[in-house]
């Protein structure tokens, strides 16, 4: 089985900007990549995260799921009663 590490990504008002505020011969990411050890931290830190993303397509989240091969994504955004909710998943 092929086990790598939980990622997120999302964009947010401070990345945008020094995204377009750099030169072209070294450009800055728009979006913001962290890589965690387990699913669990992940999910700590995802409230605050959805919260400060401005990505319109949610926070994306890429697992291996345990007994599955291949990567498992979420879509994740905090919904109008602030409880965080996946918008779409799938395998890739």
């Given at each position: ?12 008002h ?24 387990t ?12 919260k ?41």
């Amino acid at each position: 089985m092929s086990r790598f590490k939980p990622q997120v990504t999302y964009m947010t008002h401070e990345s945008l900007n020094d995204y377009y505020n750099s030169s072209s011969w070294n450009p800055k990411p728009k979006y913001i990549v962290k890589e965690y050890s387990t699913y669990a931290e992940l999910k700590k830190d995802l409230p605050e995260i959805c919260k400060s993303n401005i990505d319109l397509d949610g926070v994306h989240v890429v697992r291996s799921k345990r007994g599955q091969w291949g990567e498992w994504n979420e879509n994740w955004e905090v919904d109008n009663n602030n409880e965080l909710t996946i918008i779409k998943e799938g395998w890739s």
